[in-house]
């Protein structure tokens, strides 16, 4: 889940409990956020007109995309190109 600025929280879908946060700093705001097809990544679209692409296992931030062009960017429509170009 994402929103606020609290970053990202992965679950765990079978016992409802937080596994992790996932935050590279305070201060944004999470708009939007996709998983990859296989689950191990996630990519988010923030407040600070970033992407930002993590590995869901551990939590590490793997690349952070700067400015993005304009508002209403899904990370979902872009989340595979973003992850072929920086994985």
Sequence with gaps: TGGGSA???????HTGESRRALSSRTGYFVREADLSADGSRVVSADSDNTFRIWDVATGRLLRQVEAFAAAGYAPGAIAGALEARFA
Excluded: N
């Design 7 to 13: 970053g990202l929280r992965v679950w765990d879908a």
